[in-house]
């Protein structure tokens, strides 16, 4: 929806765009629950899918919107980060709020008991569709009378408007960072689980052996979840200080900072720690901590990449929620953990991160190819 997403922001403009996106929220909600009704594992796929196409229309309007509303520069970093740091305090508490709602998982568990937190959602998304509503929002970046009658006479289309954006050599390079930034957000935590559940186990489903960073499937889930958590806080400290500090100097020194934890984390000894009553392997405390380098990253890397971008910021919006599909290289860094191991496989995190690193001090310089 990435492309379409634009398109529409473009032509209809920020609000009616974030109305559309709001709307179809509440669709798939709306079909998910359904499906808990009727049982019916194939709807409930069609309402996530409907849902998915929100979230990135969502995603494609607020960013650049927020980036609009500060101005762009620092001041655009700030109101962008508190923006993804409200995006992750309602990812943190949703699994939170799903299982106070569900309670333990047995054989007769059924979807259903998720009901009250999908009305819930749906009464979220029609909430805010009266406040956008209701709400005066500028649109700068949408399409003039010129620009549509060109559009209809057949001077511009898609492609050209697709080709156009892409000649700011900051913007594709900055596309590419988002690209590389989703392998290392997802990658990182995702790896940590694996190291601290790697296990063999016989035909009845009894462990054999255990990995050296083995502590269960239970602390695991504890300690990756404060990854989560501390890229909630980074969010939340890059929305207090983005009004001063640019997005190029907070990306380059959370790239370099994660380098270094990473780095770390596959070189300590192989021990365990004690923290809050939760013992795991030592190398996962650096692990956690790269949540504070990877929180502002997202925000950052569209604030750089969208400056001066005039007239094309809806396109490059969309182009970048296109990117999100850099997570098909999660399996590539699945392939590597099986070939080498799985803390070597953070080698890819930090080849992925250097680039990002190359982004924030070389790449982001604003610059229109010939």
Not at 157 to 183: N, P
């Amino acid at each position: 929806m990435g492309i379409p997403g634009g398109l529409i922001l473009k032509r209809k403009g920020y609000k009616f765009t974030a109305l559309a996106a709001v709307a179809v929220g509440f669709l798939g909600v709306g079909v998910q629950l359904v499906s808990g009704y009727i049982s019916s594992f194939p709807v409930y796929v069609l309402g996530a899918f409907i849902a998915g196409f929100s979230m990135c229309m969502l995603n494609l309007v607020t960013n650049p919107l927020l980036n609009t509303l500060g101005g762009g520069g620092k001041k655009g970093n700030q109101l962008v980060q508190f923006g993804c740091s409200l995006n992750s305090v309602g990812a943190t508490l949703s699994p939170a709020v799903l299982g106070w709602l569900i309670g333990e998982i047995t054989k007769d568990t059924a979807f259903i008991k998720a009901a009250p937190a999908l009305m819930i959602a749906m009464g979220i998304f029609a909430v805010a569709f009266v406040i956008v509503a209701l709400s005066k929002i500028p649109e700068p970046h949408m399409e003039t009378a010129e620009e549509k009658a060109a559009r209809l006479s057949g001077q511009t289309s898609v492609m050209k408007d697709i080709a156009e954006t892409l000649k700011f050599r900051h913007f594709t390079l900055g596309a590419l960072a988002i690209f590389f930034y989703i392998v290392i957000e997802v990658g990182v935590p995702s790896m940590g689980m694996l190291y601290m559940t790697d296990c063999v186990k016989d035909a009845a489903g009894e462990i054999t052996s255990k990995g050296p960073g083995y502590v269960g499937g239970a602390v695991a889930g504890v300690v990756c979840g404060a990854y989560w958590f501390l890229m909630m806080c980074g969010r939340l400290l890059g929305g207090v200080v983005g009004g001063k500090v640019s997005s190029r100097v907070q990306v380059s020194f959370l790239a370099s900072l994660g380098i270094v934890l990473l780095v770390t984390a596959m070189f300590v000894p192989v021990k365990m720690v004690t923290l809050f009553g939760y013992q795991f392997p030592l190398s996962m405390t650096f692990m956690v901590a790269v949540g504070l380098c990877t929180s502002v990253m997202w925000g950052g890397i569209f604030n750089m990449a969208a400056e001066g971008l005039g007239k094309y910021v809806p396109m490059g919006s969309g182009i970048f929620m296109a990117m999100v599909f850099g997570g098909i290289l999660i399996p590539v860094q699945g392939l590597i953990a099986d070939k080498v191991g799985i803390l070597n496989s953070y080698w890819l995190s930090i080849g992925l991160l250097a680039y990002v690193l190359f982004y924030a001090l070389i790449g982001s310089r604003v610059k229109k190819s010939a």
